[in-house]
Structures are given as structure tokens and as C-alpha cells.
């Protein structure tokens, strides 16, 4: 079985960093991913799809990203049963990422390098400057 997805968009908002009752960080941003066609009114439509990431990576995408950044996501698609405030049930499809690419630069970077956001090991921190 294979559940993997790879997107390429903007975001339309800045991440939303918060953690669980237990410490660890959950980052939920929402990308604008262009469509390959156009609509027969001549304009280019986009899919508005919510990606999740976790601990580091969370972390790391919500202090470095912000609304307009192109990135590329790897992950699994995720669809997640919830009630609602009136009861109803519902059901949300959601990206969970296992890895973040920002491929464009930072406004205010003039480091050149294109940064990624997928789970470095811990060892890989020792000499990161943030």
C-alpha cells in the first residue's frame, strides 16, 4: 500500500505553531497549490490544501516560513473523523508531512541557500546558528 503525496504551493497565511498537553510542537499552515489547467473563464484555479507537521520540523517551519513562501511538501494524506460545535460529525483531509522544502529565499536572507525542514538528527544541531 502507498499513501504518499508531494505538492508544490504558496501559503496562504502565516504557520500556526502551538504544542500538545505533552510538549511536543504541531505546526498547521494551508498551501495554495496552483492547478495545471485553466477554468473555462481563462483563470487559473488552486487547490487550498492543510498540511500538518510535527516536533522539530514544527518548529522550524514556524519560525522560518511566513504567508507567500514557496515550498514543496512530502507527506501522507491524512483524513481525521471530528464533531463539530453542534454535534455533527465531520471529517477533515489533511497533509501530514514528513518533509518540508522552502524553495525560495527568505525576504530578508542573503544566505543563498535554499533551506529544508525535514527532521535533521539531533546531532545536526549542534551547529545550526537559531
Not at 500538545?20 to 504541531?26: D, N, P, R, S
Not at 494524506?77 to 501530514?96: C, F, M, P, T, W
Request: negative net charge.
Amino acid at each position: 500500500m502507498l499513501n504518499k503525496i508531494i505538492l508544490i504551493g504558496r501559503l496562504v497565511a502565516d504557520p500556526q505553531l502551538r504544542y500538545t498537553q505533552t510538549g511536543i510542537a504541531v505546526t498547521n499552515f494551508t498551501l495554495a497549490v496552483n492547478r495545471s489547467f485553466v477554468s473555462q473563464s481563462g483563470e487559473r484555479e488552486a487547490d487550498f490544501i492543510d498540511i500538518v507537521t510535527w516536533r522539530k520540523q514544527a518548529e522550524v517551519c514556524a519560525n522560518h516560513l511566513n504567508k507567500g513562501r514557496l515550498v514543496a511538501v512530502e507527506g501522507r494524506l491524512q483524513i481525521r473523523s471530528y464533531e463539530d460545535q453542534n454535534g455533527i460529525r465531520r471529517k477533515a483531509a489533511e497533509v501530514v508531512a514528513n518533509q518540508v522544502r522552502f524553495l525560495d529565499r527568505a525576504r530578508d536572507s542573503g544566505s543563498g541557500e535554499y533551506e529544508s525542514a525535514e527532521e535533521p538528527s539531533e546531532s545536526e544541531f549542534d551547529d545550526v546558528p537559531f
